[in-house]
C-alpha cells in the first residue's frame, strides 16, 4: 500500500538553528500538506501546497516557516529560526489522486524538540 | 476560533458496546467531513467520510452520521473492540471555497475496556 513516508523521525535542534523536516508524498498525489500537533494539543494545520506554490497558509506559518518541493518528490518543512515553542510532531500529508478530492494520508511524523 | 469541535476529550466503552464520538462544526461552507484514527507515535488514519448530500455512511463497524441543520455528526462504532482504543478526530473541508484545506477537531480518547 503506497504510504507518506518522513525523515527523521526524531529531530533535536538548538533554539536559533535552522531545521528541515523532509517527507515522500504518494507518488500520484498531487496536494501536499504539513500539519503540526504540540504535545496535549489537537492537530493543526499549517499549510497546503499545489501545483509548486503555496495554495494555504494558517496563521501559524509565519516569515520562519517555508515548504519546498525541489525535486517533484520530496516534499520539506524549512523552520528558520526555530524557537521552543515549535517542539512539536510534525505531519506530513498528501491528497488528490488526480480524479478529485480524496482524504489525505498522513506520515508517521517527525518528533521535533527545540532545546 | 474552533471550526471543529469535539467536546469530549475522552471515552470510555465496555468492549462491545457501541462507541459514539460526536463532532460539532461552525462554518456552514463545510461540505465533507472526515474521520481519522490515531495511535500514539503514529500519524493520523483516514477512516470514514461523508459528503453533505448524505447524512449517513457506513462501513464495517462503522457509521458516520450527519445532521447539517444542527451542525452535528458523530461516529458510531458497533462493536467496539479493543483494538479501536485511539484518538478519534473529526475533520471537516470546504471543497467549493478551500478545496484543500482539512481542519482537524481537537479529538476524543477512546478506551475500549475488554
Known amino acids: 500500500e503506497p504510504e507518506v513516508t518522513q525523515t527523521p523521525s526524531h529531530q533535536v535542534t538548538q533554539m536559533g538553528q535552522e531545521v528541515i523536516l523532509r517527507c515522500v508524498p504518494i507518488?500520484?498525489?498531487?496536494?501536499f500538506y504539513w500539519y503540526r500537533q504540540i504535545l496535549g494539543q489537537k492537530v493543526e494545520f499549517l499549510v497546503s501546497?499545489?501545483?509548486?506554490?503555496?495554495?494555504?497558509k494558517s496563521e501559524i506559518f509565519d516569515d520562519q516557516f517555508s515548504v519546498e518541493r525541489p525535486d517533484g518528490s520530496n516534499f520539506t518543512l524549512k523552520i528558520r529560526s526555530t524557537k521552543l515553542e515549535d517542539s512539536a510532531m510534525y505531519f506530513c500529508?498528501?491528497?488528490?489522486?488526480?480524479?478529485?478530492?480524496?482524504?489525505?494520508?498522513f506520515g508517521q511524523g517527525t518528533r521535533l524538540t527545540v532545546v | 476560533d474552533q471550526q471543529v469541535k469535539q467536546n469530549s476529550p475522552s471515552l470510555s466503552v465496555q468492549e462491545g458496546r457501541i462507541s459514539i464520538l460526536n463532532c460539532d462544526y461552525t462554518?456552514?461552507?463545510?461540505?465533507?467531513f472526515l474521520w481519522y484514527k490515531k495511535y500514539p507515535a503514529e500519524g493520523p488514519t483516514f477512516l470514514i467520510s461523508?459528503?453533505?448530500?448524505?447524512d449517513k455512511n457506513e462501513d464495517g463497524r462503522f457509521t458516520v452520521f450527519l445532521n447539517k441543520s444542527a451542525k452535528h455528526l458523530s461516529l458510531h462504532i458497533v462493536p467496539s473492540q479493543p483494538g479501536d482504543s485511539a484518538v478519534y478526530f473529526c475533520?471537516?473541508?470546504?471543497?467549493?471555497?478551500?478545496?484543500?484545506?482539512?481542519?482537524f477537531g481537537p479529538g476524543t480518547s477512546l478506551s475500549v475496556i475488554p
Open positions: 475533520a471537516a473541508s470546504a471543497l467549493k471555497t478551500s478545496y484543500d484545506k482539512v481542519i
Open positions: 507518488s500520484n498525489h498531487l496536494y
Open positions: 461523508i459528503s453533505s448530500i448524505k
Open positions: 462554518n456552514s461552507m463545510f461540505d465533507y
Open positions: 501546497f499545489y501545483n509548486n506554490e503555496i495554495s494555504e
Open positions: 500529508a498528501s491528497s488528490g489522486g488526480g480524479g478529485g478530492f480524496t482524504e489525505a494520508f
